[in-house]
């Protein structure tokens, strides 16, 4: 499946306050972990993407850098300009937080901590048959890429579960997909939109959704309630990419565009 990047992602620099570069002064000091997402910020992306033309069902955009510590206000929209990008056009928008390495931003993420002095960042694991799982738990499953589903993509566990069905074929039952964290399928295809995020399921991350726990199979953090799991937003755990999985796509206009609007909260 194919990746294509906003103008806000093309740009991000990592470990240095936005917009930065080396050898460029930073406004505040950096603990020697994960950028502050307080001081570092943007805290809203306003990100462009120009239609190439080629996108399919299964390709993901990158919209920008989320980073550790933010939630995102699932008050987001995608606008349009005056020409419709495509006769049919549906995406979700989430976030791939604890993905395999290679699919962060930083994709060698031991070389970054060498670099910048930074502690490796914890990552979700594979999926596997049969082991037990418990809501807050996070996976990657590796199985073929299908329709929407990527490899690679990470799932939210919301139910407990030591079943045999891979989490892309029990999705938003045992398993919530991350690719829709913030918002489900929206039509984007008409001209001059301003469509609103969606039934995104972000709301079953909260205190379970946290390290280690995430990545621990069967282990939830101590004292967490039913009602804590249903009604707490979910919180970025290491930088990731804020994305939008492209659902269906059918005559797409090259040269259209659509204008992502995400707004984000920090979180202790």
Known sequence: MAIFYTDVALNQKQYANFPGSPGVLELTTQPGQQNNPLLEGPMEILATYVVAGTEVAGDTIQIGILLAGTIVDPNGKVATGLTAPATTLTVAIGDNDLADPTALPVSNVTG???????????????????????????????????????????????????GTTAPHSAATTVWMPCYQRYSGSIDVHAASGNVAFAAGTQMYGGPLSMLPYAVVPGQAALGATANQIANSQYQVQGDCWLQARILTASSLVASSILVFRVPMLVSN
Request: charged fraction near 5%.
């Open 112 to 162: 970054a901590g060498n670099q910048y002095n930074l502690p490796a960042i914890s990552n979700a694991p594979a999926w596997v048959s049969g082991t037990s799982y418990v809501a807050g738990n996070v996976v990657v499953d590796t199985a073929a890429s299908s329709g929407a589903f990527t490899k690679g993509d990470t799932f939210l566990c919301v139910a407990s579960t030591s």
